[in-house]
């Protein structure tokens, strides 16, 4: 089975790639992780991909004049190293509207609320300012448009009255882990289809796009 070859873009951290990267440690996982960039060179994320064997690239935003130029090297190192499907995790720059063209549904990001609600930074402390009591993340393909486009994957987790935004976020990020490698997974078994706005999962009666954390037991 020909894996599909990966790219990972991130700028920090890096739990998502880490996600990522122990999917792919397994052999029958569809996907193998081939490159990872980071814009900075002091991404935590770096050094899991370097101890998992993973190629790595430092491209730094600042040393180019224009995004235009930012992106056609990304563009370059990315098509260079053979990549089949780009991952954005905690990827902290908007990519312009040539290079997402470029990468048309072969380009997927994570966001951590239930899209379409809660675009843009601080998406938890959004959530918790609304009101929500539902909160959660989405693997979704990337559109010209910030956190837009046709949604793969989604996991909910509940909001709790106690909870400030690290909190939540902790919640969220969970699950996150656990629907990057679901998205790349169903996309690397052929089995994701874009139809206009909507994802269609094939085989999605035994499997779907949807992740559900169940709210604590409460005692009376
Ligand atoms: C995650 O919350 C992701 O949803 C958002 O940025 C954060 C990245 O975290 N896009 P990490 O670098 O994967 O730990």
Redesign the pocket.
Known sequence: MARLKTGVL??????????LLDAAADPAYPAEIVLVISNRADA??LARAEAAGVETAVIEHGGFAHRASFDAALDEHLRRAGCELVC?????RILTEGFVAGWTDRLI????SLLPSFRGLE??AQALAAGVRIAG?TVHFVRPETDAGPIIVQGAVPVLDGDDADSL?RR??GV?HRIYPLAVRLIGEGRVRVEGERVRIRGANSESGAVLISPPETTS
């Open positions: 991130i700028s920090g951290s890096g739990t998502n790639l880490q996600a935590k994320g954005l995790a905690g990827f902290m990001n994570i966001h951590p998406a938890q993340c976020s969220i990020l996150e």
